[in-house]
């Protein structure tokens, strides 16, 4: 069956830091581009930022740039988000999706319905 999993969601202060991950089960992410995305509540989801498959073209949001960093490891069949100086504005449940389209990370994080795997989400949730 396959999967994506997202781990690593929680409580944190503001400023404070968090690692999420996402695993794949039952196929290899070599060949996928991934994206991870947010939905604060209220909110429509939107794309935080995304990773080509090999890990060279990246793409971000902009209200998460110089913050945030996406980065990849196929040999784990893992994608990870490091989130720092984390905002209140930062709440929401966080998904990864992953994609095999033949198009840009840009275009591909504005989209939605360019993904073909999407995990449950895990919850973020920034507070003092």
């Known amino acids: 069956q396959l999967q994506l999993v997202e781990s690593g969601g929680g409580l944190v202060q503001p400023g404070g830091s968090l690692r999420l991950s996402c695993a794949a089960s039952?196929?290899?992410?070599?060949?996928?581009?991934i994206g991870w995305f947010r939905q604060a509540p209220g909110k429509e989801r939107e794309g935080v930022s995304c990773?080509?498959?090999?890990?060279?073209?990246?793409n971000y949001a902009e209200s998460v740039k110089g913050r945030f960093t996406i980065s990849r490891d196929n040999a784990k069949r893992r994608v990870y988000l490091q989130m720092n100086s984390l905002k209140p504005e930062d709440t929401a449940v966080y998904y990864c999706?992953?994609?095999?389209?033949?198009?840009?990370?840009?275009?591909?994080?504005?989209?939605?319905?360019?993904?073909?795997?999407w995990g449950q989400g895990t919850q973020v949730t920034v507070s003092s």
């Open positions: 999706a992953a994609g095999g389209r033949m198009v840009s990370v840009q275009d591909m994080c504005a989209r939605e319905s360019l993904w073909d795997y």
């Open positions: 039952g196929f290899t992410l070599d060949y996928y581009a």
């Open positions: 990773i080509d498959s090999k890990g060279g073209s990246t």
